[in-house]
């Protein structure tokens, strides 16, 4: 607290990342990272982008990678809105289009940026609580709104929606805008990018972070109706003009391209983490049914900080979440075949 | 205009930054940027980065980077902000330290980015007029404020002030935040990082843009005691958590540590600058007295609009601002010798 501060800034709480470690030598399922590097073609076109020409500031709207981005979804540029990573595309989304009189929606148990937001926008919130089977409801969702948001397939439990509920819900929510956070959904989930031409009100917001191996690059984006991209256009030029960097740009254009290599990386992720669930289950994990490049699993008999804390000492970083609800899972980060199977072998042991 | 909008959204008067034109073979003298590429070592260490550890979410707090710049100002690394280019930093400020009851003041003329950030975040303010010479006058200032911010040198007259001018306000505006915002310091400029251990309310802020020549690389950042520094985290970490990429990161260190690079660069554009101060002079202009990278001219007897229109015509990139009090000058960015050769070449066939 100092008296130089804006009164908003004592109230904020803080998001806080999982933890990315200074040393080597550990398995790193604890941020949901792709354990495959960025596409040789994403390699390539960085070190061609690294040259004298950083001198001069990059396009302030990043009309290469928009055009990237509309070109895989057959949309119109026009419907793309790009940023330093979704985290920052979301920013601007509380900012532009949830803050209303009524409260916006999100669920009891999600990404836990969305309440820091809230925050720092002063929206106010209600929380919508997962069924018994942490799953979420849509359903539950149809009552006046100031906004709706909520992740595809949701974090941490790594649950999928169905397109049909998701279709469901916006026909039956017209007046306000619906988010839906598509973070994870290359990994098996029903994107709903394929309704933006038909609801005017849904936004649809991915990540490079994940599926295209690109956390370290920072680039995510939106897409929706017009009138919703220009709302965030508005915003982010009242706040950075250049928030994608000459490097970040070529890097993503190229990763959006290179579907080859998408679809197998994707694919391993896949094949593993279905190993990994049998294995897990075998070992006397409840493991929720997942769409993500993670795992949400609880152990019967076992508490999870402890279980974690094992893991740890055998150099095997997993996130566990304080939240009281959901304190006895481990949301395990899907690694290599080799990281996994490690994995399983200690868990093997711990657990006697 | 939408009802899915924020209230905010349509009342917003985005900032509009200089033209990015995507042909090549221009003169390009409107944005400021460095004739220079980066230092070869930035290169290096931008390639070195470049590798499979894409995949991994960058150090949120951008440790190497703090400490590099603390190390570079001989201070703290809780001393340091570091951000997605210095117009990140100043939308951080603008939230964390500048919004208070009273309003906060500002030149007249200066930084067109100022009040698009109040429009932004609701910050009430006052502008304070430059001199009749153009001049910042400091004793302006010393008035009931939320905060005061200016460039030193500013932009886009590119005057600067002596570090006395700058203590003097210091010493009698003890109760708001004061941020002077050095983008342009390194061209001849005396900074007031000095005075950041005796002075709590003061708030330094300096980009990699210019004399980094890191204008696509998109680095800012902002010294002050750590108090100040802790206000602008909580705001950041409820806004992104990774604005700066790995690559960023790498290449921000190598060029903050490439102290010859830097002082042969900058020591070149200062000499070019004056040269073309002479040479404009020499033709009819009124030049003010430069600390910056650019110089800000007017013809005793030509329209600036026209002027920039006729340089255009000959490949050549200006800046023309259409504020009502500079409206006849010219903003030019120094170029290389040649540029700047051409520049003058160009100048003295319209001129006749």
């Known amino acids: 607290m100092s008296r130089y501060w804006s009164s908003i800034v004592s109230k904020l709480e803080p998001y806080v990342p999982g933890e990315q470690p200074k040393v080597s030598n550990l398995i790193k399922l604890n941020t949901n990272e792709n354990p495959y590097g960025p596409a040789p073609s994403v390699l390539a076109a960085l070190l061609e982008e690294t040259t004298d020409t950083l001198r001069l500031y990059p396009d302030p709207n990043s009309d290469v990678l928009k055009c990237a981005i509309a070109d895989n979804f057959k949309i119109k540029t026009e419907q793309v809105f790009v940023g330093n990573g979704s985290d920052e595309v979301l920013a601007h989304v509380f900012q532009a289009l949830l803050k209303h009189e ?21 929206v106010e919130y209600a929380t919508v609580p997962l069924t018994d089977s942490y799953a979420i409801n849509l359903q539950d969702y149809v009552q006046a709104n100031g906004g709706i948001i909520f992740p595809n397939p949701n974090a941490p439990t790594g649950c999928g929606l169905p397109l049909t509920a998701i279709t469901g819900l916006l026909q039956n929510n017209t007046e ?27 936004l649809v917001i991915q990540t490079l972070s994940k599926s295209r191996s690109l956390a370290g690059l920072r680039v995510g984006f939106a897409v929706g109706d017009a009138k919703l991209i220009e709302a965030l256009e508005r915003v982010k030029n009242s706040f950075n003009s250049y928030p994608l960097d000459r490097l970040a740009i070529a890097g993503a254009v190229a990763a959006i391209q ?12 896949i094949a593993t983490r279905d190993k990994l669930a ?23 008999e076992r508490d999870a900080a402890k279980l974690s804390q094992a893991l ?4 095997i970083i997993v ?34």
Chains 1, 2 share one sequence.
Not at 105 to 120: A, E, K, M, N, R
Not at 258 to 269: E, H, P, S
């Open 102 to 122: 009524l409260p916006i929606l999100f669920p009891d148990i999600t990404y836990s940026f969305y309440p820091v937001y809230c925050g720092l926008y002063q």
């Open 176 to 202: 306000s805008v619906v988010v839906v956070d598509e973070a994870y959904i290359d990994f098996g989930g029903e994107s709903a990018v394929s309704l933006i031409n038909q609801f005017p009100n849904l």
């Open 258 to 269: 290179d579907k080859a290599y998408f679809d197998v990386t994707r694919n391993k992720i």
């Open 278 to 300: 049998k294995n897990l289950t075998a070992l006397g994990f409840e493991v929720l049914p997942s769409q993500a490049n993670f795992l949400f699993v609880r152990h019967s």
């Open 312 to 315: 740890r000492q055998e150099s």
């Open 319 to 352: 996130r566990h979440l304080a939240h009281q609800r959901i304190n006895q899972f481990l949301r395990i980060t899907i690694g290599t075949e080799n990281e996994c199977e490690r994995l399983v072998e200690v868990l093997e042991q711990v657990l006697g």
